[in-house]
């Protein structure tokens, strides 16, 4: 690939106009100089693109209508050019070896495709200061059923080698909801023999935002289910495994169950800890 990028970032920016160019100075802050950076604008309403402008020198800049996170990441990935494909949230701030640190990560051992870091919480939410790690489950191994258990968690701001996104056909806009499109991707990469390597080197300023927290429980459930429901389709492909899947489809017809059931859905607010339980249950015994 002679001179194209080594990585290609790709910045989905939906309404992050107070946000975007902290966003885009952080990556162009970078100790590691080798990227082109790939904005998709997913039909902002704000002040977003007029943010953007002072960069547009330094971008391949991508215009859409609001379709969606995973719709915007592969817009971004059918123009990118590098071997490694990166992704940077909109409202997110890279610590400035971001990129060193992860594509080393890559280059060191070729059985990798994944490398993610752990991050610190900002915004106005109690979590802000907080570590990822220190708030969620990152330790190795990062298994396909430690990811699905949610015993480790998978930091959605990461590098990953190009193929390996590619093989799996990119993100799936198909699915209902929104919050969990990252776990499906995660699963099926996992389920399909594709390493993930962590890194407790804090190389992100992760930003909650109250307006963009209201309503996900709901939605992020939503689309968890669409998930369950694709991995349900693969029972039968796996059920005579060794490895716990018994358990898991278990757990995922008990989701399919509570959506079938009609009850946590309409008008009513469910209680984040009802939430909590039905997103996160926890594993009596850990494999």
């Not at 992704?87 to 890559?106: H, K, T």
């Not at 209201?214 to 389709?233: A, D, E, F, P």
């Not at 959506?259 to 494999?287: V, Y």
Request: aromatic content about 10%; some cysteine.
């Amino acid at each position: 690939m002679a001179n194209s990028p080594t990585v290609s970032v790709i910045i989905p920016a939906y309404n992050v106009g107070r946000y975007i160019a902290q966003t885009l100075e952080s990556l162009f802050s970078q100790t590691y100089k080798d990227f082109e950076a790939i904005v998709i604008n997913d039909g902002s309403t704000d002040d977003t693109e007029k943010n953007i402008a002072p960069f547009l020198s330094r971008i391949n800049y991508l215009k859409q209508g609001n379709r969606g996170v995973m719709a915007a990441r592969n817009a971004g990935l059918r123009v990118a050019k590098g071997d490694y494909i990166a992704l940077l949230d909109g409202d997110d701030v890279w610590m400035p070896r971001f990129l060193e640190s992860l594509v080393g990560i890559l280059e060191s051992d070729p059985a990798i495709s994944v490398a993610y870091p752990n991050a610190v919480f900002r915004g106005a939410t109690k979590l802000d200061g907080k570590l990822y790690q220190d708030v969620f489950p990152v330790s190795e191994p990062v298994t396909f059923d430690r990811v699905l258990r949610r015993e480790c968690y998978i930091f959605g701001s990461l590098v990953m080698r190009r193929e390996a996104v590619e093989a799996m056909n990119g993100f799936d806009e198909s699915l209902e909801g929104q919050g969990a499109e990252d776990f499906d991707l995660w699963l099926r990469m996992l389920l399909n023999g594709h390493r993930f390597k962590f890194t407790d080197e804090v190389l992100v300023a992760y930003r909650r935002r109250e307006e963009s927290l209201s309503g996900t429980g709901v939605s992020q459930l939503k689309c968890l289910i669409s998930v369950y429901h694709k991995l349900n389709r693969e029972e039968k492909r796996h059920r005579n495994s060794d490895n716990g899947y018994p358990d898991r489809w278990l757990r995922c017809r008990r989701n399919l169950e509570w959506h079938s059931s009609g009850t946590i859905w309409g008008k009513a607010i469910i209680p984040r800890h009802w939430l909590n339980l039905m997103l996160f249950p926890k594993t009596t015994n850990p494999r």
